[in-house]
């Protein structure tokens, strides 16, 4: 056996491992990937349940605002709510109502919410801690009684 042989042996060896640790980590990132999309859903399955869990405000009142929810995949969606429900947990109901079960709804912030007349843009940051909208209630966002929100998924 001469030492030209050893050496590429050798590296052969040295080739085959690091093919194989490539493998080993593609496997274990998939895996990850699996787990958190698998997190993931259970997450908006338990926001969905909380939300089943509260009672629409029964009728037209003052106190009720009646929103209709249009998604870019075509879905729509229509939920009464308390003046007094803060804008953060509209967007918490949206994320929630994406696409149910499927694994291509988007986190906060991945998406906005728009009215058409008067057009107004909601985010994810106006909303949050330190944003221009951080504690508003619908009441305070003054969007009527009835208002379409349009539901656009930010790129």
């Given at each position: 056996?001469?030492?030209?042989?050893?050496?590429?042996?050798?590296a052969s060896l040295e080739?085959?491992?690091?093919?194989?640790?490539?493998?080993?980590?593609?496997?274990?990132?998939?895996?990850?990937?699996?787990?958190a999309i698998l997190q993931?859903?259970?997450?908006?399955?338990?926001?969905?349940?909380?939300?089943?869990?509260?009672?629409?405000?029964?009728?037209?009142?003052?106190?009720?605002?009646?929103?209709?929810?249009?998604?870019?995949?075509?879905?729509?969606?229509?939920?009464?709510?308390?003046?007094?429900?803060?804008?953060?947990?509209?967007?918490?109901?949206?994320?929630?109502?994406?696409?149910?079960?499927?694994?291509?709804?988007?986190?906060?912030?991945?998406?906005?919410?728009?009215?058409?007349?008067?057009?107004?843009?909601?985010?994810?940051?106006?909303?949050?801690?330190?944003?221009?909208?951080?504690?508003?209630?619908?009441?305070?966002?003054?969007?009527?009684?009835?208002?379409?929100?349009?539901?656009?998924?930010?790129?």
């Amino acid at each position: 056996v001469s030492v030209r042989d050893l050496k590429w042996g050798r590296a052969s060896l040295e080739a085959d491992m690091a093919h194989a640790a490539a493998i080993q980590a593609a496997a274990l990132a998939e895996e990850q990937r699996q787990q958190a999309i698998l997190q993931r859903q259970e997450d908006l399955a338990a926001l969905r349940q909380s939300w089943a869990s509260v009672a629409e405000p029964a009728g037209q009142s003052d106190s009720c605002v009646d929103l209709a929810f249009k998604f870019p995949h075509g879905r729509r969606l229509r939920r009464r709510f308390c003046s007094d429900t803060s804008f953060e947990d509209i967007f918490r109901y949206v994320e929630a109502y994406w696409s149910e079960g499927k694994d291509d709804s988007p986190h906060l912030g991945n998406f906005t919410l728009v009215s058409d007349f008067p057009r107004r843009v909601f985010t994810w940051g106006d909303v949050q801690e330190g944003g221009q909208m951080e504690g508003y209630t619908l009441s305070g966002v003054d969007l009527g009684p009835q208002m379409m929100l349009l539901v656009q998924a930010d790129d």
